[in-house]
């Protein structure tokens, strides 16, 4: 497996090598807590369907270092795809991602927009583009979390009962005591790096301009659970009102944690938005690049989709200040 240093910390990449032709190479981010291998089931069907895969451990999870010498930022986690992008090659490719994964994965692809051939994205936790695109009822949903400020507490983060109250959010009340004293205390471990990494998120303002600037002409699929927070369902529904080329899809009966817990249905997704994405071949790609005309035989037919047309310090004060400035859509 691929190894990489990143400003001076040590990253583990997971990578799957296609068993023949090569088509463009797909790289997998993982959602919070989550090691590169949360993606292995789709790793293989790529692979197998000649495209090379790799999946980094973002910082503080699976095999990739974080410290904890100095305060977490965004920037850190971005860098590490930046250097995977870069360990790939330097071929247009896929860009699959879940949760805050999907978030430095768009962020990521706003510095390199040339880079990417295709977006498809479950649930990513880009919460700028809710203030920017007036989504009130989803932000009063994250504020309400966050009501007795005890989330966002620099005292509180990381600890057992922030792990508890984050992962019950996302999956559910009592999912966090169902897991096993082994699962606990691998979430603990990381618990520091994913409270700033949860609080940075959590006070997101970068809005839905910014990605329509830049990922315009980019393919996307963006993906929900009618079962998830709306906070996670209508980032992905705003993603696809505003830009001309993204496909939103929910699925019915899953949460967030679909590409785990449903991932047949979702890597079926995202299999078909590749392989569609593949026969795409830009008027401005040089020819011998790795795109292919068509779909091949073994790819997945392509599902119906639904078509849906400074930093705070608090996350109320990043709703105000969005609301003072920006005129809603």
Same mark, same amino acid.
């Given at each position: 497996?691929?190894?990489l240093?990143?400003?001076?910390?040590h990253?583990?990449?997971?990578?799957?090598?296609?068993?023949?032709?090569?088509?463009?190479?797909?790289?997998?981010?993982?959602?919070?807590?989550m090691a590169?291998?949360?993606?292995?089931?789709?790793?293989?069907?790529l692979?197998?369907?000649?495209h090379?895969?790799l999946?980094?451990?973002?910082?503080?999870?699976?095999?990739?270092?974080?410290?904890?010498?100095r305060?977490?930022?965004?920037?850190?986690?971005?860098?590490?795809?930046?250097? =995977?992008l870069?360990?790939?090659?330097?071929?247009?490719?896929?860009?699959?991602?879940? &949760?805050?994964?999907?978030?430095v994965?768009?962020?990521?692809?706003?510095?390199?927009?040339?880079?990417?051939?295709s977006?498809?994205?479950?649930e990513?936790?880009?919460?700028?583009?809710?203030r920017?695109?007036?989504?009130h009822? +989803?932000?009063?949903?994250?504020?309400?979390?966050?009501?007795?400020?005890?989330?966002?507490?620099?005292?509180?983060?990381?600890?057992?009962?922030?792990?508890?109250?984050?992962?019950?959010?996302?999956?559910?009340?009592?999912?966090?005591?169902?897991? &096993?004293?082994?699962?606990?205390?691998?979430?603990l471990?990381?618990?520091?790096?994913?409270?700033e990494?949860?609080?940075? =998120? &959590?006070l997101? +303002?970068?809005?839905?301009?910014?990605?329509?600037e830049?990922?315009?002409?980019?393919?996307?699929?963006?993906?929900?659970?009618?079962?998830? =927070?709306?906070?996670?369902?209508?980032?992905?529904a705003v993603?696809? =009102?505003?830009?001309?080329?993204c496909?939103?899809?929910?699925l019915?009966?899953?949460?967030?944690?679909?590409?785990?817990?449903?991932?047949?249905?979702?890597?079926?997704?995202i299999?078909a938005?590749?392989?569609?994405s593949?026969?795409?071949?830009?008027?401005?790609?040089?020819?011998?690049?790795?795109a292919?005309?068509?779909?091949?035989?073994?790819?997945?037919?392509?599902?119906p989709?639904?078509?849906?047309?400074?930093?705070?310090?608090?996350?109320?004060?990043t709703t105000d200040?969005?609301?003072?400035?920006q005129?809603?859509?």
């Amino acid at each position: 497996m691929p190894e990489l240093e990143v400003e001076g910390l040590h990253v583990h990449v997971h990578e799957w090598l296609p068993n023949h032709e090569t088509r463009a190479c797909v790289v997998c981010l993982p959602s919070t807590g989550m090691a590169g291998s949360q993606w292995r089931k789709l790793a293989k069907q790529l692979s197998g369907l000649g495209h090379r895969v790799l999946a980094p451990d973002l910082l503080g999870y699976g095999a990739s270092a974080w410290p904890g010498t100095r305060r977490f930022e965004t920037r850190d986690d971005v860098a590490v795809v930046a250097a =995977t992008l870069a360990l790939a090659g330097p071929a247009p490719l896929h860009l699959v991602a879940h &949760s805050y994964g999907g978030r430095v994965g768009l962020l990521a692809a706003c510095e390199q927009p040339e880079r990417i051939r295709s977006l498809a994205l479950f649930e990513p936790t880009c919460f700028g583009v809710l203030r920017s695109a007036g989504e009130h009822d +989803a932000i009063q949903e994250l504020l309400d979390y966050d009501v007795d400020g005890r989330f966002l507490d620099d005292d509180q983060g990381g600890s057992e009962a922030w792990i508890e109250r984050f992962v019950d959010y996302w999956s559910g009340p009592g999912s966090f005591a169902e897991f &096993s004293p082994s699962e606990r205390a691998v979430w603990l471990r990381a618990g520091r790096k994913m409270f700033e990494e949860v609080r940075e =998120t &959590s006070l997101d +303002a970068v809005p839905h301009q910014r990605y329509l600037e830049r990922l315009a002409r980019i393919p996307m699929l963006t993906m929900s659970g009618a079962d998830s =927070t709306r906070a996670g369902r209508r980032c992905a529904a705003v993603l696809a =009102t505003m830009l001309p080329h993204c496909d939103h899809v929910e699925l019915p009966g899953v949460g967030h944690m679909a590409p785990l817990l449903a991932a047949a249905e979702v890597n079926a997704l995202i299999l078909a938005h590749v392989a569609a994405s593949e026969g795409r071949r830009s008027a401005s790609e040089p020819a011998g690049s790795t795109a292919l005309t068509g779909r091949a035989a073994g790819d997945a037919p392509t599902p119906p989709t639904v078509r849906e047309h400074g930093r705070a310090t608090t996350l109320q004060e990043t709703t105000d200040k969005r609301d003072s400035e920006q005129t809603f859509e």
